[in-house]
Structures are given as C-alpha cells and as structure tokens.
Nanobody, 122 residues
Framework: QVQLVESGGGLVQAGASLRLSCVASGRTFSSYHMGWFRQAPGKEREFVAGITFNGGGKVYADSAKGRFTISRANAENTVYLQMNSLKLEDTAVYYC???????????????WGQGTQVTVSS
C-alpha cells in the first residue's frame, strides 16, 4: 500500500514557475514508477510526465516537453514536478500516481494522491 500526498499548487500568472511535490508513505516507494497527471474542468485526466523507479528514465507529454521537469528523491520518498513558463492551459488539478508498470496509461497506475490545484491567470 502506498499513500501519496501532493502539495505546491497555487495561483500564479502566466510565465511563472511552480514546483509540485508528492510525498509517499511506505517503504516500497523506490520500487514504483511515478507519474504526474492533470485534469482540467470538463476534460479527462491526462498524462503529464513519468519517471522510472530509479530515476533513470523520464517521459513527457508533448505539452510538457521543454517546460516541465520530473525528478525524484527516493531517500525522501518524494517525486517532484518543476513547471516553468506556465500557460493558461496548464490550469488543472495535478495528481501524482504510482505504478509497477512503466507506462503513460492512466489505468495502469494503482495509487493516486488527492490532487493539488494549479491555476494560471493572465
């Protein structure tokens, strides 16, 4: 069992940066691949970025490439999402999730946090 708690969301202006954090409970965090997803009002939850269990592999959605960076600190049971040059369309609830499978597929992620709101204003 893994419990995930996100933090770091907020209200920012377009062009600003935010760093999201996701802290996991349990001793098995380092065995899971981790992903960040987001869900905007009226839209499906979509993949944003993923990182392998040891941090050696990373993958990004096209919308995140060049602006977002995913990282993890296994000793601290934490995964991060650094978001730069934020745009209005980045407004969403951001979720971290854990999977034993290296994939972008939402349905393969077993454990989910409660989400943190990111709002980008003009």
């Amino acid at each position: 069992q893994v419990q995930l708690v996100e933090s770091g969301g907020g209200l920012v202006q377009a062009g600003a940066s935010l760093r999201l954090s996701c802290v996991a409970s349990g001793r098995t965090f380092s065995s899971y691949h981790m992903g960040w997803f987001r869900q905007a009002p009226g839209k499906e939850r979509e993949f944003v970025a993923g990182i392998t269990f040891n941090g050696g592999g990373k993958v990004y959605a096209d919308s995140a490439k060049g602006r977002f960076t995913i990282s993890r600190a296994n000793a601290e049971n934490t995964v991060y999402l650094q978001m730069n040059s934020l745009k209005l369309e980045d407004t969403a609830v951001y979720y971290c999730a854990a999977s034993s499978v290296w994939t972008r597929r939402r349905d393969a992620y077993t454990y989910w946090g409660q989400g943190t709101q990111v709002t980008v204003s003009s």
